[in-house]
C-alpha cells in the first residue's frame, strides 16, 4: 500500500492521540513509596517504652496518593497497636522486651488510582533496664570487738523495676582477712579476728545483679575491730532471807560485781537440791542482777534449794557464785476430834464412834487411826481407819465396864493432832440374883429398900417367938 503525505498525517495524529497520550499519563501517576523511620533511616534502634514515628511524607506520585501501614508480622514478634495507619504518618510506642531486643518491620503501600508501590522500615527494640542500687552496711553498727560475731546487710539495695537481686560481698580491704559464711548471701557474717591491741579495720564490697543482667555499681562497708581488753570480773549471790516459809517471796540479787562499766550480763538458775524433795521453782528477772521466786510447797519436811549466780563480761569471761535458801513448812497440825452416837450403852448394843468434828486449818485431807486405850473387855471395830468405824458392846458382868477409845488424825503433808479420846459406858443387862429372908428378896444391886427395917424387926419376932415356944414345950 502507497502511503501518501496525506496518509502520513492520519497516522501520526492517530499515535499520537490514541497511544502516547495515554501511555504518558499512566506512566505519570505511577506513584512511589518512601519510607522512613527516625531521620530518614530505613531502620533504627528505640528502647522500650518510647514513641516511634513512621514517616512516609517523601512518597511521591503526579496524582493524588493514599497511604496505608501494616506491621509485617512473623511467629515471635508481638502484636503493635499502630496509630494513623492511613494517614503518610504513623506512630506506635515500643513494648517492653523483658531483656532480649526484638526486631518489628512496618510496611507504607501507596495507591494512586490502581497503581501501588510499598516500602519497608525495620525498628530494633533494646530492653530500658535500669540497673539495681547496691546498699551495704554491717548491721547493728561498725565497731565490733574481736571475737564476736558480726554480720553484714545488704537487704536495703533495690531494683526500680522490681527484678529479683543476686548479691555478691568480697573483702577488699584490712589486715586480717575473714572468711564469710556465704559471699552470694543478703546478710553474710563473720567471726571478728583478734586484731592485738592495735585493732583492725575490714573492708567489703557489695554488687547487686538484677535478673535481666544488669549490675548495680559497687557499694563499700567499713567495719572497725576493737581489741578485748580483759578486766578481772567477779560478784556475790545473795539472798534477802536465807531461812524462808513456803509460799513467801525470796529475791535474790547479785552484789559487789566487778566491774561496774555496765558490761557484765547475768544469769540466775536454780541449782541443786542439797536436802528434801526437790521442787520446780520459777525464777523471775533471771537475767538481771536481781532475781526473784516464791517459795514452794515442801510437804513437811525444810528443803535447802541452792541458786547459781553467772556474771559474764563482753568477751565471753565467766565467773559463778552460789547461794542457798532453806524452805520450811509452815503446815499448822489438824484437830482430832473423837465422838460417839452413845455414851452409856447395855451389852450387844452397836456403837458407833465419830470423828467428823475433827479439822484441819489448812484445809488438807485427813486420815483417820482410832485405836482402844482402856477397858476390862477388848472389841473390834469395823475399821480403824475410817471416819466413823462402829463396834459391839461386850458381854459385861455385874460391875458393867468402861470402854476408851483415841483417835488421831493426819493430813496428807503427814503431820498428826494431838490424840482425843472418848469413853463408852456398858452396862450388866442379865437376871439379877436373889436371897430369900422371910420372905423378902434382896437385890444387890438396888437402893436400900423401905421396908427392910421393918421386915427385919418382924423376923427377929418371928425367931424369938419360935424358940420361946420351943422351951416351954420342954419344960412341961
Known sequence: MKITMKSGVFLSLFFYFFLLIPFRAAWAAQPTAVAFVGEGLSSTIVKEGDKVILDGTESSSEANITYVWNQVLDETTPIITLYGVNSSQASFIAPSVNGDNIVLKFALTVYSGELSSQDIVTVTVQDANVAPVAVA???????????????????????????????????ISGIHLVTLSDITAVTPSFTAPDVGSSGDILEFELTVTDDQGAQSLPTRVSVSINPVITVPISAEAVADNSLVDEGKKVILTADNFLPEDGSLTFLW????????????????????????????????????????LTVANSSGETFRDIVAVTVQDNNQAPVAVAETDKSIVDEGMSVSLNGIGSTDADGNALTYQWTQIGGIHTVTLSDPTVENPYFTAPDVDSNGDTLIFELVVTDDQHMSSIADT????????????????????????????????????????????????RGGAIKS
Open 137 to 171: 552496711d554491717s548491721g547493728s553498727g561498725k565497731a565490733f570487738f574481736e571475737g564476736t560475731v558480726v554480720t553484714l546487710n545488704g537487704n536495703k539495695s533495690s531494683d526500680s523495676e522490681g527484678s529479683v537481686l543476686t548479691y555478691l560481698w568480697r573483702q
Open 269 to 308: 538458775t536454780k541449782g541443786v537440791t542439797i536436802k528434801g524433795s526437790d521442787t520446780p521453782i520459777t525464777l523471775y528477772g533471771d537475767n538481771s542482777s536481781t532475781a526473784s521466786f516464791i517459795a514452794p510447797d515442801i510437804n513437811g519436811d525444810d528443803t535447802i534449794f541452792t541458786f547459781i
Open 422 to 469: 472418848v469413853q463408852v459406858k456398858v452396862n450388866d443387862t442379865s437376871e439379877p440374883k436373889t436371897d430369900t429372908v422371910v420372905g423378902c428378896t434382896l437385890n444387890p444391886n438396888s437402893d436400900v429398900d423401905p421396908m427392910l427395917p421393918i421386915l427385919l424387926v418382924l423376923s427377929i419376932w418371928h425367931l424369938w417367938r419360935g424358940r420361946r415356944a
